[in-house]
C-alpha cells in the first residue's frame, strides 16, 4: 500500500510547526530516501523512504511553499483546485473544457512562483488568471476582468472590448464575435463573476 504525504519547505515548517515526516506504519520519525523524482514539471519532487525501524517503504511529495495572504490576512497554500472553480464559473456556458482549466491553474501557478516570492496576495492570483484566461476565452475573461479591474459602467466593458478587438489574443484572433453579444454575456455574469472572486480570494 502507498502512503502518499505532502511535506512542504523547512520555511514553512517550521512557520507552522510541521513535525518531521513519520512512518506511516510504526510512527519512527527517522527514514532514509532510497529514490527520488521530479514531476510536474519539476515543481513538485517525489521520494521514495525506507523506515529506519520497521523498512517499510511509503512515499512522499515535496514542493516549495507558495503561500496566499487573504483579504482578511490570513495564509494558506496556493491551491490550483480554487483557481479552477473561481475561472469555471467564469466560464459557464462557454466552450471551454476541464483540460483547459488545469493547464491555466498551472499556467497561474508558474506565473506566481516566477518571481521567487514565498507569499502573494490573493489579488495577484487574480490578476494571473487574466492573460491566460484571455487566450482560453475572451467572454469568460471579460466576466473576470470585471471584477479584477473593478469594472463599474458599461464603459468600462466597451472600452476592454476595443482593446481586444486592437490586440486580439493568440488564439482567438482568427474567431469572430459581435460587441452585443460579448456585452451582454457580460452584464449577465455579475452572479458568476462575484462567485468566482469569493471562490479565488475568501
Known sequence: ?????????????????????????????????????????????????????????????????????????????????????????????RPVESADLALLAQRVEETLRSDGQAEVEAQEVGMAILAPLRELDEVAYLRFASVYRNFTSLEDFEGEIALLRAAPSKISSTASYNVSKVSQSASNATAPVAASKNSVNN
Not at 519512527?28 to 525501524?53: A, K, Q, W
Not at 523498512?55 to 480554487?82: C, D, H, Q, V, Y
Open 1 to 93: 500500500m502507498v502512503f502518499d504525504y505532502i511535506a512542504l519547505s523547512s520555511a514553512l515548517s517550521r512557520k507552522q510547526g510541521v513535525r518531521p515526516m513519520n512512518c506511516p506504519f510504526c510512527r519512527n520519525e527517522d527514514s532514509r530516501v532510497v529514490d527520488s523524482r521530479p514531476v510536474e514539471e519539476g515543481t513538485l519532487i517525489r521520494r521514495r523512504r525506507e523506515c529506519s525501524e520497521c523498512g517499510r517503504r511509503f512515499t512522499t511529495s515535496e514542493t516549495s511553499a507558495l503561500m496566499i495572504i487573504k483579504r482578511s490576512g490570513a495564509s494558506e497554500p496556493f491551491s490550483r483546485e480554487k483557481v479552477i472553480e473561481g475561472v469555471a464559473k467564469a466560464c459557464q456556458g
